[in-house]
């Protein structure tokens, strides 16, 4: 489980949780290290994003051939 106020980077420092990350077209809540820029998201809510994107392609589609 993630910790919300921080958690350990691969380069060993502490990443601190930063609203306003931006992920695709999603502005969401993440974990940026300022040591080496590495940036953590909940997987949760990245899963649910790429859920919506396939869903919004499959709309396009069905759209197209309409
Ligand atoms: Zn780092």
């Known amino acids: ?5 921080g958690m350990r980077c691969v380069c060993g420092k502490i ?3 930063t609203k306003n990350l ?3 077209n999603f502005t969401l809540g993440g974990w940026k290290c300022k040591s080496c820029s590495e940036i953590y998201y909940n ?3 990245i899963e649910k994003i790429l859920l919506l994107n396939r869903l ?6 069905l759209t197209l051939i309409q």
Not at 1 to 5: A, F, N, Q, R, V
Not at 56 to 61: A, E, I, L, S, V
Request: proline share 0%.
């Open 15 to 17: 990443a601190k949780y």
């Open 43 to 45: 997987t949760k809510i």
């Open 22 to 24: 931006k992920f695709n």
């Open 56 to 61: 919004k392609k499959t709309k396009d589609y």
């Open 1 to 5: 489980m993630i910790k919300s106020k």
